[in-house]
């Protein structure tokens, strides 16, 4: 058996699209186990017990289950921003965990207000242990950050707004 790191990422992202809410895959010493959990506690469980390279076989699903879908609601303001029909969204290419900065403490990439061009570093994405550096597509000025630091996010979601200059 053999898979790469984007055939799982893809298999990954396909599972995360649907309402399965568990998978275990097991062939010989390799087992994957994917599980989503409630998407009010905001929690994503990813586990492989080996890194054998392995092709992926005929797959068994476990339970399951209806899950209500996470509305994109913007985090709590003191004055509501005035969205526009020009302002362009940066958002997730994958699922994971969004962070504002390289590490604790740090300053963050991006803050409301600030002027960044095309290609500017404006967040990262955690997946699988992997930091997934976010760049922007548009020069312009941030104008709202949806996401929360560490919070997780889902491939699409919009992570902030920017005004193109």
Same mark, same amino acid.
């Given at each position: @058996?053999?898979? !790469?790191?984007?055939?799982?990422?893809?298999?990954?992202?396909?599972?995360?699209?649907?309402?399965?809410?568990?998978?275990?895959?097991?062939?010989? !010493?390799?087992?994957?186990?994917?599980?989503?959990?409630?998407?009010?506690?905001?929690?994503?469980?990813?586990?492989?017990?080996?890194?054998?390279?392995?092709?992926?076989?005929?797959?068994?699903?476990?339970?399951?289950?209806?899950?209500?879908?996470?509305?994109n609601i913007p985090?709590?303001?003191?004055?509501?921003?005035?969205?526009? !029909?020009?302002?362009?969204?940066?958002?997730?290419? @994958?699922?994971?965990?969004?962070?504002?900065?390289?590490?604790?403490?740090?300053?963050?990439?991006?803050?409301?207000?600030?002027?960044?061009?095309?290609?500017?570093?404006?967040?990262?994405?955690?997946?699988?242990?992997?930091?997934?550096?976010?760049?922007?597509?548009?020069?312009?000025?941030?104008?709202?950050?949806?996401?929360?630091?560490?919070?997780?996010?889902?491939?699409?979601?919009?992570?902030?707004?920017?005004?193109?200059?």
């Open positions: @058996m053999s898979i !790469d790191f984007i055939q799982l990422q893809e298999f990954i992202e396909a599972i995360a699209k649907t309402d399965i809410t568990e998978l275990a895959i097991k062939e010989g !010493d390799f087992e994957l186990t994917l599980q989503k959990t409630n998407l009010h506690t905001s929690n994503t469980t990813y586990t492989i017990s080996q890194p054998t390279p392995v092709a992926i076989p005929a797959v068994e699903i476990t339970k399951p289950v209806e899950i209500e879908a996470k509305p985090p709590e303001k003191s004055a509501p921003v005035k969205k526009t !029909d020009n302002w362009v969204e940066i958002t997730s290419p @994958m699922v994971g965990t969004f962070y504002r900065a390289s590490a604790p403490g740090e300053a963050p990439f991006v803050e409301v207000g600030d002027r960044n061009s095309n290609g500017h570093l404006v967040c990262i994405i955690e997946a699988m242990k992997l930091m997934n550096e976010i760049e922007a597509e548009v020069s312009g000025q941030v104008m709202e950050i949806v996401v929360e630091n560490g919070e997780p996010v889902e491939y699409g979601q919009t992570l902030l707004w920017v005004a193109p200059s």
